[in-house]
Each structure stands twice: as structure tokens, then as C-alpha cells.
């Protein structure tokens, strides 16, 4: 079986406000990812600062800061082979007039500002992300009947 990870994914207030949650959970669903865990979160400006703390010197990070916490977003964690890059690759290019018809970005939005979803872009990213998202037991590890049918057998 190919590399299993764990990435984060985040749809972001405009995604909640435009009633895309179930939408966007059910792409990666059918994909074949396992959704290992889930919450909707009124994010605060200190957990904002901290997910974007990259960015910090940026002349963009208030106005990230600003928008991520200006109302509630989903942060879900997700599990398959190499998720990170799936998701990602799912989500679309960050500029939306630049992602492939097909992704979300391609097929939900219009402005950068407003992008709709996140996602970790390293392993060590989606290590640092969940643990900031999700506590300790909040992650869960179950057998789903389907991945037979969606993951390679291990060797």
C-alpha cells in the first residue's frame, strides 16, 4: 500500500456561509479518504495567529487573520495514501482563476480572499496543523468495510 498520511483540511467561513461543508467533505469522501476527524470551530484571533504564523511579516496576514475568524469553519482531518498531496490537488490552485475546473477552488471560487478550503502542504505541516486543531484523542483510528475496495492490499 502507497504512503498513508494525514493532512488537515480546513473549509474556511466562506465555505460554511455558502452551504458548501457537505459538498466539499463529500468529494474527498468519494475519492476514497477516511474522515478520522471532524468539528465546526469559531476560531479565536490567538489559534488564527498561530496557523498563520508563517505569514506573519506578510502585508496580508491581518486580512487572513481577519477573515479566517469571522465566523465558524470546519477542520476536518483526513487519511489515505498520500493525502496531503491529494487533497491538495483536490482543493485547486490557491488563486481560484488559476485552479483546474474539477477542483473545488476551480469549481466554487472566484477570489483568492475568499478560497473556500485549506489544506496542510507537508507532512510536517499536516503534523504541526492537526495537533494545533485537534487535541490529543480526537483523532480517531477505525477500519472502514470499503477501504478493500479503495486501498491496494499491504504486500
Known amino acids: 500500500m502507497t504512503d498513508v498520511q ?14 458548501l461543508v457537505g459538498r466539499v467533505l463529500q ?3 468519494d475519492r476514497g479518504l477516511k474522515l478520522v476527524g471532524l468539528k465546526l470551530v469559531q476560531v479565536d484571533r490567538a489559534l488564527a495567529e498561530q496557523h498563520y504564523a508563517v505569514h506573519r511579516e506578510k502585508p496580508f496576514f491581518n486580512g487572513l487573520v481577519d477573515f479566517i475568524t ?6 476536518a482531518a483526513l487519511e489515505g495514501p498520500n493525502a496531503i498531496a491529494v487533497v491538495r490537488a483536490m482543493n485547486g490552485a490557491t488563486r481560484p482563476h488559476e485552479a483546474e475546473p ?8 472566484v477570489e483568492t480572499a475568499q478560497n473556500l478550503v485549506h489544506a496542510s502542504d507537508s507532512a510536517e505541516t499536516a503534523e504541526a496543523e492537526l495537533a494545533l486543531w485537534f487535541k490529543p484523542g480526537e ?16 504486500e
Open 6 to 19: 494525514r493532512t488537515l483540511l480546513l473549509v474556511k467561513p466562506d465555505g460554511v456561509q455558502r452551504l
Open 102 to 109: 474539477g477542483s473545488i477552488r476551480g469549481d466554487f471560487a
Open 27 to 29: 468529494r474527498f469522501e
Open 70 to 75: 469571522s465566523g465558524p469553519l470546519v477542520a
Open 139 to 154: 483523532l480517531l483510528e477505525y477500519q472502514r468495510e470499503i477501504d478493500r475496495w479503495v486501498l491496494a492490499p499491504a
